[in-house]
């Protein structure tokens, strides 16, 4: 009884395998194309809200493709760099320029007299 399990094993297992396999020109899992990440953000303007909430990743054999999750996250922490440079530049000229106005004199008082005489 044994010898017959065992031989209807091997029997079994080699069917799957010849199936998954392809033993012959019709494979019945045909080849498919890997997912790839097709152009998730805009090159030519900044991200806004509506492209980060629009990337969706396409799924790799073990979870997310990680050269495109790296390569998405690069992007926008270069974007956000980029923003924080600028917001920091727009700031220091913003307060450049209150300093300027608050040191400035009243242009109709003469010099030498207060303008709250």
Do not use: C, H, N, W
């Not at 392809?22 to 080849?31: K, N, Q, T, Y």
């Not at 030519?44 to 790296?70: H, T």
């Amino acid at each position: 009884m044994f010898l017959f399990l065992l031989i209807a094993m091997v029997v079994v297992v080699a069917a799957v395998t010849l199936a998954v396999v392809g033993g012959g020109d019709s494979a019945a899992l045909p080849e498919s194309a890997p997912e790839q990440l097709v152009d998730p953000l805009p090159a030519g303007r900044p991200l806004a809200r509506a492209d980060v909430d629009a990337v969706r990743l396409p799924v790799g054999l073990r979870g997310y493709r990680m050269g495109d999750v790296d390569e998405v996250l690069l992007r926008l922490g270069a974007e956000l760099a980029e923003r924080d440079a600028r917001i920091a530049e727009l700031e220091s000229a913003l307060a450049g320029a209150q300093a300027t106005q608050d040191g400035r004199r009243d242009l109709f008082t003469k010099p030498g007299e207060e303008s709250g005489q």
